[in-house]
């Protein structure tokens, strides 16, 4: 293995990072990995990379793309107006799982939100993925609300 690094995610990482939202069996359902991107990916690439508040992010192995996630910034007047750093779409590809580069990924995430004034850092996992509640869990969160999703 040569050098983990995390850095923002590029244009030319996106069909990387589709295929890892693809694969396992939710994914699978949702996404569409056929090429070239349908132009919604780029799209929401352009939106993500415009938006000061939203930072995608890939891990590296050499050239490859081996993990990915988004953190949106959100501000917020609650907690006498805390800023909460929201974490989504936290993938590790399949053949390095087991390597704790999703922990190291969730830490750098951790950090950028401490870099900018958040005081809660927040993510939402579907329920069926119990073996992702039991990683969360393992590096502090704690499953204190219930989400909901209204898909439109």
Same mark, same amino acid.
């Given at each position: ?89 936290? /993938?590790?590809?399949?053949? +390095?799982?087991? !390597? #704790? $580069? *999703? ?25 069926? /993925?119990?073996?992702?509640? +039991?990683?969360? !869990? #393992? $590096? *502090? ?12």
């Amino acid at each position: 293995m040569s050098e983990v690094h995390i850095r923002r995610a590029e244009a030319a990482d996106l069909s990387a990072i589709v295929a890892m939202l693809a694969d396992d069996m939710l994914g699978r359902a949702r996404e569409d990995t056929n090429m070239p991107l349908a132009q919604a990916y780029l799209d929401a690439f352009a939106a993500l990379d415009s938006d000061p508040n939203q930072l995608l992010a890939v891990m590296t192995d050499g050239a490859d793309i081996i993990g990915t996630l988004q953190i949106s910034f959100l501000a917020g007047l609650s907690s006498q107006g805390a800023w909460r750093g929201q974490i989504e779409a936290v /993938r590790i590809a399949v053949n +390095r799982r087991g !390597e #704790r $580069l *999703g922990q190291r990924l969730l830490e750098w995430a951790i950090g950028k939100c401490r870099e900018r004034g958040c005081r809660v850092v927040q993510l939402t996992t579907n329920k069926s /993925r119990l073996d992702a509640h +039991r990683f969360y !869990e #393992r $590096l *502090g969160f704690k499953a204190s609300h219930i989400g909901y999703k209204l898909q439109l």
